[in-house]
């Protein structure tokens, strides 16, 4: 991948991206390296880190950081800004989410609490404590990673698509705010894409329409940076989301609900099956 000659000059020295271990996170991290861009790394799992920042900076010269964080702790920001100091940090990649699918109220609540703390307070905290530094510099970016599910309120998700629409405000009223200080703001909704999120979830790659490769959303993201507020990524999905949009609020909403319902029934009974065999 080749992004524009400015990319660089406007988004670099240093890029973050939180949920970088794996999925879009990773990819992410991987295609700023390739441009040449240094990178820090947040995410829990300090072995995946380590071994993604020695290939970084062994594939690419890069100067390349790990910082396993956990995103829900209630200190997080604290460590994270003092791991960052004196790096000149011109894009910031919230990455870092995770759903859980099901009834609302069968989901237990202290899961919710740390979906609500990774999803929305982190990406808030995140963007209040950077912002500062971008302007002071007069150029830089953010990408938030939304979700499909954060155009509308998704039975089954609930909770999770509620995130997702919070990400997704947030990030188009930043758009706005920060356009005179010569900074981008992007929200990127992937659709379906094969990383681990959809298996900690439950659910079955096959029941997946059409499931994009993690680099393919992440190059996409950052090839729409500065372009426009929000992009799905997908034309399928970005002509299910207009479709949608047309249609009365509670056709839209009980269309979304019974699809997810199915995959997540039909999971469940293959996960019965499964365990009645072991």
Request: hydrophobic letters at 45%; proline letters at 4%; glycine letters at 10%.
């Amino acid at each position: 991948m080749s992004l524009s000659k400015n990319f660089r000059k406007k988004y670099g020295p240093w890029v973050l991206v939180t949920g970088a271990s794996s999925g879009i996170g990773e990819q992410f991290a991987r295609l700023v390296a390739a441009e040449g861009l240094n990178v820090i790394l947040v995410a829990r799992r300090a072995d995946l880190l380590q071994t993604i920042v020695e290939e970084l900076r062994n594939q690419h010269g890069v100067e390349a950081e790990s910082i396993p964080l956990d995103l829900s702790t209630p200190d997080f920001l604290d460590l994270l800004l003092s791991a960052c100091e004196g790096k000149d940090i011109g894009l910031v990649i919230s990455n870092a989410g995770f759903g859980l699918k099901g009834l609302h109220h069968e989901i237990p609540l202290e899961k919710l609490s740390e979906m609500l703390d990774v999803n929305c307070r982190a990406a808030l905290m995140i963007t209040h404590s950077f912002i500062p530094r971008l302007i002071e510099r007069g150029r830089g970016g953010i990408i938030l990673t939304g979700s499909m599910e954060g155009f509308f309120g998704v039975p089954w998700s609930a909770a999770y698509s509620a995130t997702k629409a919070f990400v997704l405000s947030l990030g188009e009223a930043l758009w706005s705010e920060l356009r005179r200080h010569n900074i981008d703001v992007l929200v990127l909704a992937p659709g379906s894409t094969d990383t681990e999120t959809h298996i900690a979830q439950g659910i079955a790659r096959e029941d997946l329409f059409g499931l994009k490769p993690p680099q393919e959303v992440a190059k996409l993201g950052l090839e729409q940076l500065g372009r426009s507020p929000v992009y799905v990524s997908g034309f399928l999905n970005r002509q299910l989301i207009r479709v949608f949009s047309k249609l009365p609020r509670k056709w839209a909403v009980a269309s979304m609900g019974a699809g997810i319902r199915k995959v997540i029934l039909r999971n469940r009974i293959r996960s019965r099956n499964s365990e009645s065999f072991t």
